[in-house]
């Protein structure tokens, strides 16, 4: 089966441990895109010594980068030089945690849709985030859609890497479901691409992080689409408290969604 992950929460450490045990699941560290840890760096390294003295392997592990306001393609130096900073400060925790990969988001302005604007997306973020990986040869880099619209730009970006095995594509379900195009859409031209993918459910109009099979999301659909990809992603159920992912996977189980569709 596909790897499962789940976001620990440092409160109920030991269960989502049990969970992790149960599942074989990785973690994706969250503290660690929250400006105010950041910049603290007694509280990022006591929060990296809670998970290390856990004593699990990272090693399949994620991390969540920092995403509020980072643009790496921005044509102001100043504001490039705080992203390149916070990008940096996750590519170092991570290479400390010993994590696998680091997501990162797509950050474009949805609504500039001048050409210019997005052939300069594009080629920046090619020629930054093959720098990032170069610098980072023991992490992988994941983008995520968050704002997006449309499959379009991700999945550019995710065509000019193509060649580079280390970077790959997150794919948000619920982001997804709530940008106005059609989630086959989304299926269709991001299915290559694809190594990891977030999900959990919503009412169609916010990000709201609920349990799988409370919101309207067609879980049907998605695992049709699952069950199509030549590769298997790991897949993240982003909730936000223990007793959700654990609702979460019940109502996969009962219902056979993908990856528990062969079980």
């Given amino acids: 089966m596909n790897q499962l992950s789940c976001i620990p929460f440092l409160d109920e450490l030991d ?5 992790a045990e149960e599942y074989q699941a990785a973690f994706e560290y969250n503290e660690f895109y929250i400006p105010a840890v950041m910049d603290d ?7 990296m010594k809670r998970y290390k003295e856990i004593g699990r ?10 995403f509020f306001d980072i643009s790496i393609n921005s044509g102001d130096p100043k504001i490039f030089e705080v992203s390149d900073y916070r990008v940096h400060q996750s590519m170092e925790i991570a290479q400390e945690m010993g994590v696998k990969a680091v997501i990162f988001h797509t950050n474009y302005i949805v609504n500039f849709k001048l050409k210019s ?4 997306w594009l080629n920046l973020n090619e020629i930054y985030w093959r720098k990032i990986l170069k610098e980072y040869p023991n992490q992988m880099v994941y983008i995520e859609n968050m704002f997006d619209e449309a499959p379009d730009m991700i999945t550019q ?17 619920a982001h997804a479901k709530i940008s106005g195009t059609p989630v086959l859409r989304w299926f269709d031209c991001l299915q290559s691409y694809i190594t990891h993918i977030h999900i959990n459910d919503n009412n169609g109009i916010e990000d709201l992080h609920r349990p799988v099979g409370t919101g309207i999301l067609d879980w049907k659909l998605f695992s049709q689409f699952g069950k199509s990809l030549k590769q298997e992603p790991s897949i993240l159920i ?5 007793i959700d992912l654990q ?8 219902n056979k969604v993908y990856p528990f569709h062969l079980e």
């Fill in 15 to 19: 269960r989502y441990v049990r969970f």
């Fill in 41 to 47: 760096r007694i509280s990022v390294q006591n929060i």
């Fill in 57 to 66: 392997d990272c090693s399949k592990d994620t991390l969540h980068g920092a």
């Fill in 117 to 120: 604007y997005l052939d300069t």
């Fill in 157 to 173: 970006l995710a065509h000019k890497m193509e060649d580079e095995p280390r970077f790959g594509i997150c794919f948000d379900l």
């Fill in 238 to 242: 982003e909730v936000r408290k223990f």
């Fill in 247 to 254: 609702q979460s996977i019940q109502y996969m189980k009962e």
